[in-house]
Nanobody, 115 residues
Framework: QVQLVESGGGLVQAGGSLRLSCAASGSIFSFNTMGWYRQAPGKQRELVATITTAKSINYADSVKGRFTVSRDNAKNTVDLQMHSLKPEDTAVYYC?????????WGQGTQVTVSS
């Protein structure tokens, strides 16, 4: 079993910055993908950014150039640095870990961007 604990998030004005962090614990294999998804009210959950243990990164087009995902393999943590936030970035952000065909999720943290 894998547990994901998120921190960060909150309320910020448009143009501001926030940082999300997530720590994974439990049965974590040497190769996995960690990252972040988000879900806005009335919308489906969508990819924000993922990063593998080999540091291969994938971003949603909507966040490229504004968000940066990073990880510490030794600590099993993943961070999401968000800059130039927009009201449309408002959502619940979920930490994700995928390994050996299984997906694990954090409890979610709210990010609200006011205009």
């Amino acid at each position: 079993q894998v547990q994901l604990v998120e921190s960060g998030g909150g309320l910020v004005q448009a143009g501001g910055s926030l940082r999300l962090s997530c720590a994974a614990s439990g049965s974590i294999f040497s190769f996995n993908t960690m990252g972040w998804y988000r879900q806005a009210p009335g919308k489906q959950r969508e990819l924000v950014a993922t990063i593998t243990t080999a540091k291969s990164i994938n971003y949603a087009d909507s966040v490229k150039g504004r968000f940066t995902v990073s990880r510490d393999n030794a600590k099993n943590t993943v961070d999401l640095q968000m800059h130039s936030l927009k009201p449309e970035d408002t959502a619940v952000y979920y930490c994700y870990l995928g390994q050996r065909g299984r997906a694990y999720w954090g409890q979610g943290t709210q990010v609200t961007v006011s205009s």
